[in-house]
């Protein structure tokens, strides 16, 4: 049974009742709203070894799921439990230290950074580097933003070769 979400971002009070500012902020797209609910879904996965069949009715009686990106959600939730296998082999390459020794929140966010630059093309590589480092600081320690930066780039080349290269080889802009 799923009996608890994410903790609070590490800003915030630890009150119980207190929602994560990155639910509450009025201007978030859709879809980041449903990576954020995607990352709480993998948390439970992580910490609770819940299955996504709990995981995903749980998560979708949340507050402000109503505003999520619904299948990108179920996209990432399902396929990042489904295909954790997959994203794991892809983030051991980068990372410094065994992925039993990454914390739930970065173990998540890895994956949902994968599994986006994998099976999301429509979301450019940046895009999806950018999305992951909002959601380390939001939810994650101090620097672990700074830790998915890295490795997420690191990836990047060779899961996304053709836009790394592109980018990289287009001129600065003034």
């Known amino acids: 049974m799923v009996q608890s979400s994410m903790p609070p971002a ?4 630890s009150d119980a009742g207190v929602q994560p500012k990155a639910l509450k902020h009025p201007k978030k797209s859709a879809r980041t709203r449903a990576r954020e609910f995607a990352l709480q879904g993998l ?13 995903d009715p749980f998560t979708r009686d949340l507050m402000g799921f109503h505003k999520a990106d619904a299948a ?13 296998a997959v994203l794991d082999t892809h983030i051991a390459q980068k990372v410094d230290r065994p992925l039993a020794d990454l914390s739930p929140i970065e ?5 949902i950074g994968t599994y986006e630059m994998l099976h999301c093309a429509d979301v450019p590589w940046r895009a ?8 380390a600081k939001e939810f ?5 933003h700074k830790y998915v930066n890295a490795v997420l ?6 899961l996304r070769p053709d836009e790394v290269r592109a980018h990289r080889a287009a001129p600065a802009a003034p």
């Open 153 to 158: 780039n690191g990836l990047a080349p060779s």
């Open 128 to 135: 999806v580097i950018n999305e992951c480092i909002e959601l």
């Open 72 to 84: 990108h959600f179920d996209a990432l939730l399902h396929g990042c439990i489904a295909q954790a």
């Open 43 to 55: 948390y439970q996965h992580l910490v609770g070894k819940n299955p996504a069949e709990e995981i």
């Open 107 to 111: 173990h998540g966010v890895l994956w």
């Open 10 to 13: 590490a800003s915030e009070s």
């Open 140 to 144: 994650g320690g101090t620097d672990g």
